[in-house]
């Protein structure tokens, strides 16, 4: 079927739950140098300001402000923080067999099946993914997990880091060349789960503003299973960051309804 649209993916909190996996690291982390230890709140406030997708810088900027806010420790070189942080997340070497594996990463409830993107295809939508995780984890999930055959993906330090929209527009090129169609005359859409998803979108469109871009976002789960006035509040930050639709599961998301959101015949 020719390429019809492109939908790009976000990978933490759209295809797995990270909630006791890259979140959990980032507490573990910030507790280990400070004896604090944020909770998910506290998580998903610093995430709304839309600038610390890097989860390594997450941790840094909640250890800068504990430490202004109540002191008496020192600030890890950033190199020795991410040391930490990838041995409570991979408990081994993430160049390593993941079989050697034994941290948090090993519990990710995986939030889609592979059958979403054979659908997908079937629907003359053209896939990838724009993940800032590391590109070995990023890589377990898709191709161990999921099975996708050489999954079209931009990982960390493949690009900028996101709301930078450099990455996405890169991949939606390639993919568009890929399907034989200028890009122009498709309809993207990306969707993830932060407010520095959706500004990814926002700052593409200004930077394109003759590609047809569209903000999709997800309650990431952890938010999704709280209390109703919180998972409110957060997609209500979502739209307000410019989100053009917010679900609260990824399962509301098929190619139907995407390409009927996409405005496509």
Known sequence: MALRALLLLDIDGVLRDVAGSYRR???DTV??????RPDARAIDALKAEGLWNNDWQAA??????RRKAAGGFALPPFAALVEVFSGFYFGGDPAADPLTWHGHIRD??????TDFFHQLSAAGIGWGFVSGAEPSSARFVLERRLELVLPPLLAMGDAPDKPDPTGFLQLAEQLAQAGDRPLTRLPVAYIG???????????????RPELSLKALAVLPPHVARAEPAIAAAYGR???DAGGDRV????????PSTLLDWLGCP
Request: aromatic residues 4%; without cysteine; glycine residues 2%.
């Open 25 to 27: 690291a980032i507490a």
């Open 31 to 36: 507790e280990h140098y400070s004896g604090w």
């Open 60 to 65: 840094e900027e909640l250890l800068h402000r």
């Open 108 to 113: 990710e409830p995986l939030l889609v099946t």
């Open 193 to 207: 789960d932060t407010v520095a998803d959706v500004m990814t979108v926002v700052r593409a469109r200004q930077v």
């Open 237 to 239: 930050r979502l739209r």
């Open 247 to 254: 679900l609260t599961r990824i399962d509301q998301l098929t």
